[in-house]
């Protein structure tokens, strides 16, 4: 590959590309939406902790299996937030905003790597990435898991070139080290890939490679220690209590090809093609391949599966088949003695079409845990000067946002189905969920209805004070009492 090849990539080309990925991510970041109740219930709530002392806390926090690095990280967006709007949604929208902002390097790293070989694979790896569903879907989302990816997957894109200096390897083993600390099951993958390469150049670059990441790893050893803990002590509680103890698995477990099945389920049809590709990317940029497949492994042997543990390997895959994606117009074009651009305008186009159908299943599992209107009506509570207690009314703890949105030192108060009524004396403020309104006292009036998964809720509310009283049903000491 010469340096003719290189430059025939403009910075028009790049301007192109990297905008309309960016305005693809700002609206997924502007509709609000949460994947997983991790997002709100570990991430959002400890970065809100970080700030004020407070929060919903979740087994994983009290049991010490959580490092305090990625929630301090995630305060800052929030605290500019709060310090532009305290009372609007910006401390929730901020941090989406730059975490779309970051995933502009998944985009970044799929255009470089199609730029080494010429201008139509810069277009159709740059588009690819830019548009395919997981890509923008994650991209707003304060996952450990996102972040893990967007970190990993372009610094080990960046190992397809050779001879870079001691400075930028020490850069890419830094990022390596954060997405290792953001996500310690990636240890084998990361691992792989990175003696896959040192492999190939014969180790030149080791010392600066791993003092990259050792750095990165006495920055979480620092803020462990900062925090009141022994280095990595969360990651040792981490494996004792999800793999010995076997503590993940009440929340469901799937045999090793689980996640084939889930795949399947958001991909459908398109699994295959878009595995085909990626194999045959792996050609050019086989690291790639070694990361995702390592990941995947992993994840496979562990029972408890979830669909956004495989991002980061996902986030590879469709990278390596952007990039197969403009060697199968070649090959096409070539078979037709036709042009590559023309074929690859139609493969685009195909992906396009693609994404367009993945779309419907994002939409439909990304709302069943906090929906529009229950964000809305966490606002309103905010706004009331008289809050005094807020409740949620006939569903579990995960129906809505916490602290983080609600930014009051108040209680909240959890009556999931199931559970003993909470004394409407205790809160003024309440969601409730359809069959429970009867729990309200007389002084309760419905202010706004809305629908969630199907169903529909009203916010209530009362004038007055609230009781004070401890009860079973304050949010943490309810997590507390069921070890969740």
Sequence with gaps: MGADQIGTVTRRDWIVVLALALALRLASAWVETVLHPDEVYQ?????????????????????????????????????????????????????????????LGLVGAAGWLGARISRAHFWTAGLVAALWTDLVGFAPHPLTEQMAALLAVPAIALLAKRDWSARVLAAIGFALGLAFLFRPHLAPAIGLAALWYLWTVRFAGFVSLLGGSLLALAVGAGSDWLGGDYPFEWMVHNFTRNLVDNVSA??????????????????????????LLAAWGARRYPLLMIFAVANIVVHSAIGHK?????????????????????????????????????????????????????????????????????????????????????ALVGREFDGTYGYARLRRDVPIFIRGKGDPKVDPALYNSAVVWPGFEKELSPAFVRKSCGDSGGQRMCVYERPGGCSGAASPSEINRYLREHDM
């Design 306 to 390: 979830e669909y956004r543990f495989l991002i980061p390997s996902l986030s590879a895959l469709v990278l390596l088949a952007g990039v197969a994606t403009a060697d199968f117009a070649a090959w096409w074009a070539a078979r037709r003695g036709a042009r590559i651009e023309g074929r690859a305008k139609l493969l685009i186009v195909t992906w396009l079409l693609a994404a367009a159908t993945v779309v419907p299943v994002y939409k439909a599992r990304d709302t069943f845990i906090v929906t529009p209107f229950t964000a809305q009506a966490i606002d309103a509570a905010r706004g009331r000067a008289d809050l005094c207690g807020f």
């Design 43 to 103: 991430y959002l709530e400890g970065a809100f902790r970080a700030t004020h002392g407070h929060s919903v806390m979740t087994w994983e926090y009290r049991d010490g299996m959580r490092a305090d690095l990625y929630p301090w990280l995630l305060s800052w967006p929030m605290r500019l937030g709060e310090w532009i709007a305290p009372d609007s949604r910006l401390p929730i929208l901020v941090p989406r905003i730059v975490m779309a902002l970051l995933s």
């Design 250 to 275: 009440r929340y469901g477990v799937s045999g090793p090809l689980g996640y084939g099945r889930e795949v399947w389920d958001y991909w459908s049809v398109w699994t295959v093609p878009i595995g």
